[in-house]
């Protein structure tokens, strides 16, 4: 699993050097810091920089402050999310609010030591990221007019999440009722589990289903030929994709599963995350002519994949992305000399968020059981990825963690897909390959209630968080006009806490 994210999406930074009263104000990017605690168990331990960002185009005194948090990412990408390009942005600008980015730690440039080793990863938990929350709100002060006066016994803070940090979000108010005035999770993805096979089970129902039926036919091969091959039809197999110097047959059945995540990143308006489509046009079209249901077959789809990842920048970019520039160091997985293991410079992110993978979440995306459809090889299970946490971290793990213990203690902890906190929305999307971690898993009997409600439209991974994405489909746009009608009636029956009573 690549991990989940947020969408990010593009901004003119030109454009949002807004004014007030006739006066300039700072562009969206400029960074602000927070002296957070190390420790929130031990405050002797004192304090580092946590980064964060403000939209003061909307604020005026008295209205909500709208956090955001930038989840398992360098915080940077998502400035974004200032602007009314997206539903913080938007709702800011109906309720005169600001919105707060900030930067999760361990992530981008807030660490507290400074580097990512096992040692310093002690204090990087879920629960220290749920109580940085508390004392940022308690102790900030913010560069808006009056930004020493909006603690949340006196202004209403909203918090806003998507995907992992929309779980954060969801655990954050189960933890800490009252904290916040209301919350809103998209694809917040509660329920840890270990083995997320489904992720390519929702993927395998929505996609071209000519495609599917070719990938599903080529994983069928690709599993025989590993279980019952010769060692030279093995290597054949290998260097028809252009793998033939992966060692491990495990790694190269999981190096055919990347293109597959680029499902999450679709969208429902016109833009550039087209990849994956761009991946079944070279599988499903030969001589201008386009598949039926049933695909072309074996023989076409194993030479047209191949050639996809051979000869194209696919396979090169999914390791640029995990900062690892050589091909074979990146999808070797079996050296724990390895620069994947041992690089623990900061902002790294894969490597602080293999951390939670590994401790608290899982989030294992396997082949499907035998009795399903697959689209990933079944060889690749969690396992496979459960071994790798002793290479990321042999003080932590001199052996494989039980994630399916770490994941049942997440849900017991923080509620899982049985939250019923009041003021929090969850809005999911059918297409979200995350889904079934999400209150909106299929077979939920968690079927929300006003006020905390449940909204789900057709789009994908966070969809909703994207104001194009609502003037695209109309079941996106319902679901952000509802959030905007559960969120103005409950700022509306916010008081300061000193007017609680009253």
Request: aromatic residues 14%.
């Amino acid at each position: 699993m690549r991990g989940a994210a947020c969408p990010k999406f593009k901004w003119s930074r030109t454009k949002w050097l807004t004014r007030r009263r006739g006066e300039p104000l700072p562009p969206l990017d400029t960074v602000y810091h927070f002296d957070q605690l190390i420790d929130h168990d031990d405050p002797s331990l004192g304090t580092f920089q946590q980064r964060y960002w403000v939209a003061p185009q909307y604020y005026q005194p008295g209205g909500p402050i709208l956090l955001m948090n930038g989840g398992e990412g360098d915080a940077t990408e998502l400035i974004a999310y200032l602007t009314n390009y997206t539903i913080t942005g938007w709702l800011a600008e109906k309720f005169n609010g600001t919105v707060v980015l900030i930067e999760h730690r361990f992530f981008g440039e807030s660490n507290p030591y400074p580097n990512l080793s096992a040692e310093s990863f002690r204090v990087h938990t879920l629960q220290q990221s749920i109580d940085d929350y508390e004392y940022f709100l308690k102790n900030v002060q913010l560069p808006i007019p009056g930004g020493d006066q909006v603690g949340p016994d006196k202004a209403p803070w909203i918090l806003f999440g998507g995907s992992y940090s929309g779980a954060l979000a969801s655990y954050t108010m189960y933890n800490k009722p009252g904290l916040f005035a209301a919350g809103y999770a998209s694809s917040g993805v509660v329920e840890a589990i270990t083995d997320y096979w489904q992720y390519y089970e929702i993927v395998r129902q929505f996609m071209p289903q000519n495609c599917s039926a070719d990938i599903q036919a080529v994983i069928a091969h690709v599993d025989a030929t590993l279980e019952s091959g010769s060692e030279a039809e093995i290597q054949s197999l290998k260097d028809t994709f252009g793998l033939g110097n992966v060692t491990h047959n495990v790694d190269f059945a999981w190096a055919l599963e990347g293109v597959l995540t680029l499902w999450q990143n679709l969208q429902l308006a016109p833009g550039p995350n087209d990849t994956f489509y761009s991946f079944c046009d070279a599988l499903e079209v030969k001589d201008g002519e386009v598949a039926g249901e049933d695909g072309w077959g074996l023989g076409h789809a194993l030479a047209a994949w191949g050639s996809y990842y051979k000869d194209g920048p696919f396979l090169q970019n999914e390791c640029d992305s995990l900062g690892i520039s050589s091909l074979e160091t990146c999808l070797n997985s079996y050296d724990p000399t390895s620069d994947v293991y041992t690089n623990i410079t900061v902002n790294n992110w894969y490597r602080s968020w293999r951390w939670l993978l590994c401790n608290e979440i899982g989030f294992w995306a396997s082949g499907a059981p035998e009795n399903m459809p697959t689209l990933v090889s079944r060889l690749v299970t969690p396992s496979y990825f459960e071994s790798q946490c002793p290479y990321y971290f042999p003080e932590a793990f001199p052996v494989p963690p039980d994630t399916d213990a770490r994941t049942a203690l997440t849900n017991k902890r923080y509620g899982g897909w049985n939250v019923t906190t009041e003021r929090l929305i969850f809005a999911n999307g059918l297409r979200d390959p995350w889904r079934d971690t999400t209150v909106a898993a299929d077979g939920s009997t968690n079927l929300g209630s006003d006020l905390n409600p449940h909204l789900l439209g057709e789009g994908f991974h966070a969809s909703d968080m994207s104001i194009l994405e609502g003037e695209a489909n109309p079941s996106v746009k319902e679901v952000q006009l509802k959030a905007l009608q559960y969120l103005s009636q409950w700022l509306s029956e916010w008081k300061p806490s000193a007017c609680a009573s009253a």
